[in-house]
């Protein structure tokens, strides 16, 4: 069983940073690949980031890609969403996710290759 726990969100202007931490329970943390969605208001869920178990893939959605980053320190059992150059369609309450599996391209996209969430943190970016 793994818990997560996010952080990080707030009100930041357009053109603004904002740091996402997720803290995870559990021994196994470092064998689990994690992934970033987000949910705005009358929309789905949809995929932003993930990473693998060791940090040596990360995966975007294009949306984001080269304004926001992917890291994990697993000594913390910690993953992070470095989100840089906010826009204003980057508002939505923003989940962490866990697997236990090797998941790749593709399937990290996917909202069911997940077993474990998190409660979410609100991000709203003001124009």
């Known amino acids: 069983q793994v818990q997560l726990v996010e952080s990080g969100g707030g009100l930041v202007q357009a053109g603004g940073s904002l740091r996402l931490s997720c803290a995870a329970s559990?021994?196994?943390?470092?064998?689990?690949?994690m992934g970033w969605f987000r949910q705005a208001p009358g929309k789905e869920r949809e995929f932003v980031a993930g990473?693998?178990?060791?940090?040596?893939?990360?995966y975007f959605a294009d949306s984001v890609k080269g304004r926001f980053t992917i890291s994990r320190d697993n000594a913390k059992n910690t993953v992070y969403l470095q989100m840089n150059s906010l826009k204003p369609e980057d508002t939505a309450v923003y989940y962490c996710?866990?697997?236990?599996?090797?998941?790749?391209?593709?399937?990290?996209?996917?909202?069911?290759?997940?077993?474990?969430w998190g409660q979410g943190t609100q991000v709203t970016v003001s124009s």
């Open positions: 559990g021994r196994t943390f470092s064998s689990y690949a």
């Open positions: 990473i693998s178990w060791n940090g040596g893939s990360t």
């Open positions: 996710a866990a697997s236990p599996l090797s998941l790749g391209a593709v399937r990290t996209r996917s909202t069911s290759s997940y077993d474990y």
